[in-house]
């Protein structure tokens, strides 16, 4: 079921135009990706998900429907920057913020008190956000986000700032909240995050879609470029084989350009005829590569 | 609804918590209790020293008599806390040494010196002393040298005592305002003027101080919000409308908190017996208080905090950074001193054309025309035309806020430009 549909949506501010004509659908139980540099036109595109602003052209289907007020307390949202008061109370914020989307009192405070035991951080309930560290204080704002149990979350940029154990943990979390039924748009500069958790991507760059489509077929689409190669001593006269564009020597192996199919097999021909082989794969592109090569820089 | 309340209570809550704001409450308590017991405590400590003792100065003596009269005046005792030592010399030179010998002696406090008399008329007094005459002091030697003019006149005139008594009988004034429709409107009494006044610039002061302070905590909060980025979750969770009215009406009702715990603070003060002496003395009694005056104190308290406090929401929803909110807000800051010093200006003429028309201009209104109600005596249909204009405006002014804070909440950079904001609420509405 497609719990949200875009449809050749646009919005302009001014003469600039911030987002044009992106269609995109996210069905229920994924995590759609939503990629692009600064100033692509994914945080207006968040914000008009969530109805805070509405698009000059074409329409915003929420499970079907146009937008409806009731709809704020079924979305979450994560914004790319922190978005709490710094010197207010975690719990006191977040049971207003849960007040806010619809829920009791109480039921938010059973919430939280079961979110911040789950993040293995309980003495947070009564400290104030400033005290905390950044990557703490992004595991509230993820408490923020869900602690109204939405249909559809949307989180920007949700691991920023977190060290690697706390990346893994809220990626499960992600995963989890997807296998109970809901609807993610998800951003992130990170591509492998995104390489793990979305089946869907759209790359976005100035306001214009370049890419969509399940990652996969999109990784299919693109030519294997990339050979890694293993062996037990150095092979000599890589370079000299048709085809082959680049060699880079590293300390665990070799890492090879390639323009054609062809020349992956005489690589593979020529390392066996001088060395044991431990190793070779014509590697995919990673949605890195890809995502540089349509846009440029992420990370300008 | 429901949503309301909880920004409310949540604005609310957060600020009565605050240190600063407890810090400049009991701030202005202290201030409070301060000022009311001041004219009591000024009087106890200048009271004392100077009514028991009293005061002795020195009078030079003259060819014409006056400075031994004016000694025997004194010395009959009419007033025994200011007594006459005369001194005489053979000429005046050698008295008014004498008399600078004392004066630095401390035995007396100054000296009068009398000028020649001009064609029979009572001559010029000159009064001299080490530090300038003061006050109470002041106001005594003067007041025995004006009665000692008065017999000294009336001797030389040759009048019956009772003609005399006759002319220093003091008028009996009354004086009463009346209403515009002449018997129907009972005049004010004075008593009740005096009440009018000062609630009057309870008003002024009040509004005036509210607002400035309400008005820029609402700004900064918001700008804060908007800052620190609270402000995406807030207006993703709540309509943009909900969460500034909750925040204007939290901050109206945190307001009328601290003005309920200011009431207190001054009723507690002004109980004591010293205070409540201090307030008959200057005929002013509480059952003297019209309860309509206040009434009509309360909606223009509210009605031009209300239209003050949304602008300043609008504002602040305009800046990203707590920094520019200064700049952001002066305009409205004049505005608010604007409408304080017409007030202030109005209180002496509250019949001015000038107060008239400005009790009909939405931002100078609370103040001008509780002003006029309280001083004077404006028809019913003006009072209910300026309260008119007054909501009309406070609609107005609401709906744009409303629009502007919708579209400002979200631009952040620069400060943006009228033109911007007039662009971006075009696109809006598009």
Redesign the interface.
């Known amino acids: 079921m497609t719990t949200l549909q875009l449809d050749r949506v646009t919005k302009q501010y001014g003469d600039k135009t911030a987002v044009n004509a992106i269609s995109l659908e996210v069905r229920q139980g994924e995590i759609f990706g939503l990629l692009g540099g600064n100033g692509a036109g994914k945080t207006t595109t968040m914000r008009m998900v969530l109805g805070l602003i509405y698009p000059d052209a074409g329409q915003i289907l929420w499970k079907g429907k146009p937008y409806r007020n009731e709809l704020r307390s079924q979305m979450g949202y994560l914004p790319e920057e922190r978005g709490l008061y710094p010197k207010i109370k975690v719990s006191e914020q977040i049971l207003y913020l849960a007040e806010l989307r619809g829920l009791s009192r109480q039921e938010a405070d059973r919430n939280l008190k079961r979110w911040l035991d789950r993040f293995r951080v309980p003495e947070y309930y009564d400290k104030r956000v400033e005290e905390l560290s950044k990557g703490n204080q992004q595991k509230i704002q993820f408490i923020a986000s869900v602690i109204h149990d939405p249909d559809i979350l949307i989180l920007d940029e949700a691991f920023s700032g977190l060290d690697p154990v706390n990346v893994e943990l809220l990626k499960e979390t992600v995963l989890e909240l997807r296998g109970e039924g809901k609807t993610i748009l998800f951003s992130s500069h990170r591509m492998d995050h995104v390489e793990e958790l979305c089946e869907n991507i759209c790359i976005l760059h100035r306001s214009n879609t370049v890419l969509k489509g399940s990652l996969r077929e999109i990784k299919q689409s693109f030519p294997k470029e990339r050979v890694l190669l293993e062996t037990d001593r150095p092979v000599e006269g890589l370079e000299q084989i048709p085809g082959v564009l680049a060699v880079k020597r590293k300390e665990n192996g070799t890492e090879l350009r390639i323009g054609s199919d062809k020349a992956a097999r005489l690589i593979l021909e020529t390392a066996m005829q001088q060395a044991a082989v431990n190793r070779f794969q014509v590697m995919e592109p990673t949605l890195n590569e890809i995502f540089i090569k349509k846009v440029g820089d992420p990370h300008e | 609804m429901n949503?309301l309340a909880?920004?409310i209570r949540?604005t609310f809550w957060?600020r009565v918590r605050a240190k600063s704001f407890l810090v400049t409450s009991l701030i202005i308590v202290l201030l409070l209790s301060v000022a009311i017991n001041l004219p009591h405590l000024i009087s106890a400590f200048s009271g004392n020293s100077g009514s028991k003792e009293g005061m002795t100065i020195g009078i030079l003596e003259d060819r014409a008599g006056y400075g031994r009269a004016l000694a025997d005046h004194l010395g009959t005792g009419e007033s025994q806390s200011l007594r006459g030592e005369l001194l005489s010399a053979s000429s005046e030179e050698e008295s008014e040494t004498a008399a600078k010998k004392k004066l630095a002696d401390g035995t007396i406090e100054g000296y009068v010196s009398f000028g020649a008399p001009a064609n029979g008329a009572f001559p010029a007094v000159t009064y001299k002393s080490e530090s300038k005459l003061e006050g109470r002091s002041l106001y005594e030697v003067q007041a025995s040298l004006e009665a000692f003019q008065r017999d000294w006149v009336v001797r030389e005139l040759g009048l019956t005592p009772k003609q005399a008594e006759q002319l220093k009988a003091p008028l009996s004034f009354h004086p009463v305002t009346v209403g515009d429709s002449g018997e129907a409107a009972p005049g004010k009494t004075e008593t009740q003027e005096k009440v009018s006044y000062f609630l009057v610039y309870v008003l002024i002061i009040l509004l005036f101080m509210m607002m400035t302070m309400y008005g820029n905590l609402i700004a900064t909060e918001i700008t804060a919000?908007k800052s620190?980025?609270?402000?995406?979750?807030?207006?993703?969770?709540?309509?943009p409308l909900t969460q500034m009215f909750g925040k204007v009406i939290g901050m109206l009702l945190l307001g009328l908190a601290q003005l309920l715990v200011f009431v207190a603070a001054a009723a507690v003060n002004l109980s004591v017996p010293a205070n409540q002496e201090m307030i008959a003395s200057l005929g002013i009694s509480w059952s003297d208080l019209p309860l309509v005056l206040v009434l009509y104190l309360f909606v223009f308290y509210l009605t031009g905090f209300f239209l003050y406090a949304t602008i300043y929401a609008a504002v602040g929803s305009l800046v990203s950074r707590t920094e520019d909110l200064g700049q952001a807000t002066m305009p409205l800051t004049f505005l608010g001193l604007a409408s304080f010093y017409i007030a202030i200006f109005g209180i002496n003429n509250p019949d001015a054309m000038f107060i008239r028309i400005m009790s009909y201009v939405p931002f100078f209104s609370p103040n001008a025309m509780f002003l006029r109600i309280g001083l004077s005596h404006p028809a019913w249909w003006e009072i209910a035309l300026s309260l008119v204009l007054l909501l009309a405006s406070i609609l107005f002014f609401g709906w744009m806020s409303a629009k502007i804070y919708r579209v400002g909440v979200?631009m952040y950079g620069k400060r943006p430009s009228w033109k911007?904001v007039n662009?971006?609420l075009k696109?809006?509405n598009?």
């Open positions: 949503k909880t920004v949540f957060n919000e620190s980025r609270v402000m995406e979750v807030l207006i993703s969770s709540i309509s979200l911007e662009k971006a696109a809006y598009g």
